[in-house]
């Protein structure tokens, strides 16, 4: 235990001390408390998965132990779904995405923040008109374009539209960091005759960081995405994890392990991934609103 | 030396792809769909210039008009919803995880915005479990403090439904608000709060009359981001309600209208030029909000700052 210095002074009486406890303990308190809401649904549904489906019911509150741990729900989910397929679609459509969205998102960026020429403003203001306006309005104008490009029930059709969706964002933040970065730099290389393209090359390790922010951001929406999967692609062969999860749920609805295990194993990857990265994330957000 | 009169080439090969990219696939189709709630199709497929007749549809058509009101009000009360509940809360987490004295801050930042991050499909049946009477785990939970004649099932009564359904969406999303509140709060310079203090000013106070002005502006951005993400908002009540959002579309909203519109449902088929319709009359709401947000609330802001 820690000693208190005995202190003679008024301000250190019991009152006073009472308050300060308090002060730190209640607001410790009210956090905690929506700790447990913001966890516990997450919770119940991970460490029933993992349980027979007579305990889920009658111990629904119990940690597995080795008489209740039965994993017949991921062997429902595995033998009966093609989770393989739906997974293996939803890392291709997610990081093809990722990947050309940061490249195109930071060669306009770049052009955008570095060159005076007529259209600049112009150019800046149009490609940031997605930034509010949602694209799922243009829904039937899409479809309409999937099809006559033949596009539809293709993962590649869905790579395009979550690119033409993920641009405005990414070429926003990352222009105001090329911004930054200092003139003299670019300027030594220009006097050593390096080309334009090369002086992105060196522009680009510069903003590694906003570049993993944005990467995350885009990420997220892409692989949570339900719209686009339900409407452009919804065939068994290119149905992504979240599509695939929400149709095998409503076949299995009253398998309550089924459910459980694949609620899980749809949970795992994005929330590993969000682990990785939170810190990262946080503090762009963070560095984002001091600059 | 970077200002030439001819448009150099690679200023152009930097440009293009993203310039085509998001022309072909987000403001063509936008403009498309725009284009054809003024058009109606033939059985024969062919688009046929109705100039306002589709809105005039939507506006009294027995079929169209209760349900786009309907779900026009449903959208608002569940837009209500978030801004009083979800902004209010993360306020206040924000505001209590930004005190620099604060212990195991990392870890409630990180726990807050967890559920943000999973599928919006996940979330809902995740939900629809906790609260499934079958499983009985929330009247469980409200039996333990003595309060289980509250249960009802909520997701199936027509009077409860929305609200259980947008106070979960807030559930979700709470991380969005909070993690931009509390980005503005810890940007506000310390020297500020320490003259306030030493003249006396209670946590409260210095809170109420010295934090909450300066993120005004994030207040701004807060509320509109909320504006067009419920207007837009259309997984969650699709996974937990259906395309009908049930009960007797108590939970209808813009989103799940469009869908229901635009591809049909049970024994009504799809329609194209309904659907772009509907689509455009969000657009218009959505376009409202921003301007609203860009043109009267950013103006204000800004002059109170000088």
Redesign the interface.
Known sequence: MMKTTPNPSHTESIGYRIRRFL??AI??L??MV??V???F??F??VMNSFKAKKY??GS??SLPTPTTFDLIGYKTVIERSNFGTYFTNSLIVTLTSLVLTLL??A??A???S????KTNTF?AL??S??I???????????L??MVGFNLVNTLLGLI??Y???S??MT?FILSSFMRQVPKELKDAA?IDGA???RI?GLVIPLVRPAIGAIGIFTM?PI?????FPL?LAPSQKTAT??LG??QF?GQFVSD?NA??AS?TL??IP??II??IF??QM?RS??A???K | MYERKSFPHYIFVFLAPAVIIYTIFMVYPLLNSLRMSFYTVTATNQEVFAGLDNYVKLFTNSNFAPRFFGALKNNFIFFAIHMVVQNSIALMLAALISNEKRRGANFYRTVYFMPTVLSVVIIGFIWNLILNPLWGVSKSILEVANLGFLFKPWLGLPTTALPTVALISVWQFIGIPMILFYAALIAIPEELMEAATVDGATAWGVFWQIKFPLIMPTVGIVSILTFVGNFNAFDLIYTMKGANAGPDFATDIMGTFFYRTFFGQQLQLGDVSMGSTVAAMMFLIILTGVLLYTFVWQRNVQNIEM
Do not use: C, H
Not at chain 1, 114 to 117: D, L, N, Q, R, V
């Open positions: 002060e730190a607001p410790q009210i956090l929506y700790t809401i913001a966890l649904p997450i119940m549904i889920i019911f629904p509150f195109i998102g060669m306009a770049f052009a955008l570095e060159y005076k020429f150019l149009y490609l008109i997605g509010m306006i949602p694209i799922r309005l243009g829904t039937v104008g899409i309409k374009l395009l539209v690119i033409a969706q641009l405005p070429i220009r080309s334009e393209y992105f997220i692989w949570n995405d339900l719209w409407i994890v979240t999860v929400q749920l309550w459910v459980l609620l749809a949970m994005i929330l969000y682990l939170s810190k946080i957000i963070t984002g609103a001091l």
